[in-house]
């Protein structure tokens, strides 16, 4: 149920509150109302069109009467039908044309033509205890439905980058009152630095082209009745070379540096963005001097055939369309097989090496200390001279040049380094080699010097 219909009871209780007020002030009441759904509708011609008109009272009627007129702009109304109650009184010339079922005031136009554009206004007078009166207008417009568009580009061989303009225009064989609207995409195309339309916005001018004009571009008519789009249309721009690079199926690359496997095969590959594709050319660079090698977008290298272990190449790119061209220069170093890999193995060793070296160093080196504070000879020494009994000291004979043997035991020097150069210091009498003491005896250690100096005293008495 519309609107309209729904609020139709509302609006019978409204009017006859208005027409008792009315009748109450004025001593009349007017209360014929006419409604249609839409003052402008549009209509396509060669088919029928349907104006609905609705009308209500709060009134006894004793005849209804509904007359149909039509206008154009700047011309008088001109009488189309009209009926009374049910009997229709149509105009010889339309009788045919248009139609109309009373007590229901709507009209039917069969078939709608372009004459027949203009304002058509509906009249209705009740007839009761008095005559009321009311109308509407209506505007109608007449159009073809719109045929597919058509987007023709020129120049249909395409343009380059930054020098040649473009235009698309877009056609339409059928259809009224066009408006037109282009598409990127799916996407409305506005104006811009580059873009320009024509006052009808059927012709889009790119000056000049870039890559970015590259894409899906259709056009888009209607009108108020129906719209259709054109085909995907992509021009052709010429462009590029772009972002040139080379890449290895083998190898290590750093930079612009490949290093490759002596006795293996690399294959290099040279890319760019560009449109046509690109021209490709091979240049080897030795000695200061540089020739082509190939040409293609790809180049073998067999590292066993190179002489030298360290190659500059470069790859030549050129747009044949666009006149524009890009280089790119890498080195190619060949290694030995073993070399490398013994390298890489080095490299994903050396920090558990590194931490095994130095675990090992700390260790070996508390070992060490924790021995050598242990046994100190300095220590042993004194730890046994300590436990002789004081009557062996002063029994023993001294070569230090003191009485007690007690007070000798601060020359570090000549107990802890016992040598063959000590015993030059020894007076030669008081240990003589007759004796029975020989020379491997003086490098013995001083415990063994004491024990052996009383039993000189003894066998040699003074």
């Not at 005849?63 to 007129?69: A, K, P, S, T």
């Not at 060793?349 to 931490?355: E, G, Q, T």
Request: aromatic content about 10%; hydrophobic content about 35%; glycine content about 8%.
């Amino acid at each position: 149920m519309g609107q309209d219909a729904f609020m139709e009871p509302f609006n019978d209780t409204l009017g006859v509150f208005q027409c008792k007020l009315y009748l109450l002030l004025f001593g009349a009441c007017s209360g014929l109302k006419v409604t249609v759904p839409s003052h402008t509708v549009h209509g396509i011609r060669g088919q029928a069109l349907y104006l609905p008109v609705h009308y209500g009272f709060h009134t006894p009627a004793s005849d209804i009467q509904i007359i149909w007129l039509f206008e154009r702009p700047h011309t008088m109304p001109k009488y189309l039908l009209g009926s009374v109650n049910k009997s229709v009184v149509p105009d010889l010339e339309y009788q045919h044309k248009f139609t109309m079922m009373p007590p229901n005031a709507s009209l039917l136009i069969n078939p709608l033509q372009f004459p027949d554009e203009g304002n058509y206004i509906v009249k209705v007078n009740i007839q009761g205890n008095g005559t009321l009166s009311a109308s509407q207008k209506i505007q109608v417009t007449v159009d073809d439905p719109v045929t597919k568009p058509v987007v023709q580009i020129h120049p249909p061989s395409g343009a380059v980058e930054y020098v040649g303009n473009m235009t698309l225009t877009c056609q339409v064989e059928g259809g009224t009152r066009l408006a037109y609207q282009w598409l990127k995409h799916g996407r409305p195309v506005h104006t811009s630095s580059t873009y320009f339309f024509s006052p009808q916005n059927n012709t889009l001018h790119i000056a000049p082209v870039t890559k970015e004009d590259i894409g899906n571009y259709s056009c888009l008519a209607k009108n108020p009745v129906s719209e259709m789009e054109s085909d995907i249309i992509m021009p052709i721009i010429y462009y590029g070379p772009y972002g040139l690079q080379v890449n290895s199926d083998k190898g290590l690359k750093v930079g612009e540096v490949f290093t490759v496997d002596l006795g293996e095969a690399i294959l290099f590959d040279c890319s760019a963005d560009s449109y046509p594709p690109n021209t490709y050319s091979w240049i080897r660079r030795t000695d200061n001097t540089t020739y082509i090698i190939k040409h293609g977008p790809r180049l073998e290298v067999a590292s066993e055939k190179v002489a030298q272990k360290t190659t500059d190449y470069v790859c030549c790119a050129y747009n044949n369309i666009t006149g524009r061209q890009d280089e790119t220069r890498f080195t190619v170093i060949i290694t030995s097989v073993g070399l490398e890999k013994l390298a890489q193995k080095g490299k994903s060793l050396s920090p558990l090496a590194s931490i095994t070296g130095i675990s090992l160093f700390l260790i070996v080196s508390m070992c060490l200390t924790f021995l050598w504070k242990k046994y100190q000879p300095y220590k042993v020494l004194k730890q046994k001279l300590e436990g002789r009994p004081e009557t062996e000291y002063r029994k023993a004979q001294t070569f230090s040049g003191h009485e007690d043997a007690l007070d000798d035991f601060g020359v570090y020097e000549f107990v802890a380094f016992p040598d063959a150069s000590g015993l030059s210091r020894m007076p030669s009498r008081s240990v003589p080699a007759s004796d029975g003491v020989s020379g491997q005896d003086l490098h013995s250690t001083i415990y063994e010097v004491i024990q052996h100096i009383p039993a000189q005293q003894q066998d040699h008495p003074e």
